[in-house]
């Protein structure tokens, strides 16, 4: 559906979208002497899959990091919804409606599935310290938040499980639950770091469908994946990154078909791309 | 008969004020420590800011229940010392803080430079008269045999017991509460919980506070049961006692830091009366007296290793809890 839109957007590195939800400027993450991340400009037009390749080291995680306040870029602002959110803390990242799942996947194992749920709930007031003991005074925050617990869980066939402790659960399972419990946030744009890592490829199909009905729903999804079949399938667009740097952008047929991309991938492997990158970068940025 | 006796005294110890100092203490800590996975080695501390606040203040002529007032108001200082530095790092740094900052503040209260503020060394003596001067219980002696306690005794024993009870039941409340269900996944993992909007700081250290506050209030007991504050009643090896309480009764359950204090204290009573009748008898012939305190410790040990083998919930806590764990 969304393709249309894009269809008129030019495959390069950090081109404006029509309609961007996310709009990235400038940020770059250094370990030491290693550049990590150093994005020029990217934009994320709302609405849409678009998904993050690129090889190992390339820094997609560390960008998803920065952007949701697990790490901290030394430059760079970007801006959600209009909002602008560096310098916000992790937890402050979901009242602007930005979510995040987790490579490996973070369950709460000692929680029942239900509980997963409504612990993201926003906005419960039983969450304070004062009031806690007052049920009546946060009954009804709760029981909303239980009712879209169970459409969600319904959503993601997880009913059957509510009352199961979350560490019982299938590896698919849990991320299934893993993206329910970040709907659970009400967000906007939801980023998941590889949502397909150590999944069953016959549960693999299914994800994809949640995923595309998460878009058809108005969310945008922004996510890394390293399954080519997954990522060719569902994306609007696809963004790709080497060595901290957007390289490629573009409808998925015309980034797979991108020299620079293929350079990256073998690169990575024989050891030569990464070197012209490397100078490139410096000539770049000195 | 003889056996019956060390048996009777082993449950006066259990039921006794020292296991109700242990099982509050222990509430506390399993709030920080249980619930909220809070490696917290410094419950000591908190127990020495109320047993202090409740001493100088009578020494400075103020009434003692105040004085338990400005122990919790302290608790609530060592809260963020503790908390301050290391809460925002990962959960072994905070052990690294409790354990150091809870020594640091002993050692600050038993100096020379502090002895006019804090008595040194010698601590209080006697501050205690109000709380047995309000006792409603008739003067005499209470039970049978060697189970039996003093009515001064029976007292302390009712209003801790009691303190243990409201602290037990204060924790199932907020843990069946949306804060308790926030304070638990910080315990599974704190970055899941903070992806999902909460502010995963704040619940740290009011978890720490709480479990802070009901630490001096099990300090101000301790001070009030022995009639006497000195800093050296509060070394670390009592937070790692109360620790072992923790884990024999099953941490992150209700009922566990009571059933684990009680268990704790029958078993180093038990131990060490049947060692003594053992050795007294002649049965036990490769044994002084004198070494007596230390194999009861070296008994508990034992225990504690067998139950972490074979019970790894603890003795209230139900058997997925402690499975779950393997992966």
Redesign the interface.
């Known amino acids: 559906m969304s393709t249309d839109v894009l269809a008129a957007v030019a495959a390069e590195p950090g081109v404006p979208k029509p309609n961007p939800i996310l709009v990235v400027d400038d940020v770059r993450r250094t370990f030491g002497g290693l550049v990590a991340v150093d994005v020029r400009h990217l934009e994320v037009e709302r609405g849409t899959i678009t998904s993050l390749i690129g090889p190992n080291g390339a820094g997609k995680t560390t960008l998803f990091n920065c952007l949701t306040g697990f790490d901290r870029p030394q430059a760079g602002y970007w801006a959600f919804d209009g909002h602008r959110l560096e310098g916000r803390f992790a937890y402050q990242i979901p009242r602007y409606g930005l979510v995040r799942t987790f490579q490996l996947t973070k369950a709460l194992d000692r929680l029942t599935v239900m509980e997963n749920m409504l612990l993201a709930s926003r906005g419960n007031r039983g969450e304070r310290l004062l009031g806690a003991l007052l049920r009546p005074s946060w009954r009804h925050t709760e029981d909303a938040a239980r009712q879209r617990a169970e459409r969600l869980l319904e959503t993601f066939e997880l009913t059957r499980m509510g009352h199961d402790l979350a560490g019982t659960l299938s590896g698919g399972q849990r991320k299934l639950l893993e993206m329910a419990r970040a709907l659970m946030t009400e967000p906007a744009a939801i980023l998941l770091d590889e949502p397909m890592a150590g999944v069953n490829p016959r549960l693999r199909q299914t994800l994809c469908e949640h995923i595309e009905g998460l878009r058809d729903g108005g969310l945008t999804v922004f996510l890394i994946e390293h399954d080519m079949d997954v990522v060719m399938g569902i994306s609007d667009w696809v963004v790709c990154m080497a060595e901290g740097n957007v390289i490629s952008e573009g409808p998925p047929a015309v980034v797979r078909a991108d020299p620079a991309v293929v350079d990256a991938y073998l690169g990575s492997h024989d050891g030569l791309a990464p070197v012209d990158e490397r100078e490139s970068h410096e000539d770049e940025t000195s | 008969m003889d056996v019956l006796n060390v048996f009777l005294d082993a449950i006066r110890v259990a039921i006794g004020p020292q296991a109700a100092v242990f099982a509050l203490a222990g509430v506390g800590l399993n709030l920080q420590f249980g619930y909220a996975g809070l490696l917290n080695f410094g419950q000591v501390a908190f127990m020495l800011a109320g047993a202090y606040g409740a001493s100088m203040t009578v020494d400075a002529g103020g009434p003692l229940w105040l004085g338990i007032l400005v122990g919790m108001a302290a608790a609530l200082v060592v809260a963020m010392l503790f908390g301050l530095p290391a809460l925002r790092l990962r959960a072994d740094y905070l052990a690294i803080v409790t354990i150091s900052v809870g020594e640091i503040i002993r050692l600050l209260v038993r100096s020379s430079t502090l002895e006019p503020v804090t008595n040194g060394v010698f601590g209080y003596r006697d501050f205690a008269a109000w709380f047995y001067a309000i006792n409603p219980i008739p003067a005499g002696r209470y039970g049978v045999g060697n189970l039996a306690f003093p009515a001064r005794t029976l007292w302390l024993i009712v209003v801790a017991w009691t303190l243990v009870l409201l602290a037990s039941l204060?924790v199932l409340?907020?843990m069946r509460?949306?804060?308790?269900?926030?304070v638990?996944?910080i315990?599974?993992?704190e970055?899941?919980?903070?992806?999902?909007?909460?502010?995963?700081f704040m619940y740290k250290l009011?978890a720490l506070a709480?479990g802070g506050l009901m630490g001096a209030l099990a300090g101000s007991l301790r001070a009030i049961d022995s009639q006497a504050v000195r800093p050296d009643f509060f070394l670390t090896i009592t937070t790692f006692m109360i620790y072992a309480a923790v884990i024999l009764g099953g941490a992150?359950t209700i009922i566990g830091p009571t059933i684990g204090a009680m268990a704790l204290w029958f078993v180093i009573s038990f131990s060490e009366g049947l060692l003594r009748l053992g050795i007294e008898s002649g049965v036990i012939e490769f044994l002084d007296p004198e070494d007596v305190a230390a194999i009861r410790f070296m008994i508990v040990g034992l225990a504690l290793i067998l139950l972490v083998v074979f019970r790894p919930q603890g003795l209230a806590g139900k058997p997925?809890?402690g499975l779950?764990d393997e992966?």
Request: glycine share 16%.
């Open positions: 204060l409340g907020l509460s949306p804060w308790g269900r926030v638990r996944g315990r599974e993992d970055d899941a919980v903070r992806s999902l909007g909460k502010n995963v009011q709480l992150g997925e809890a779950l992966h």
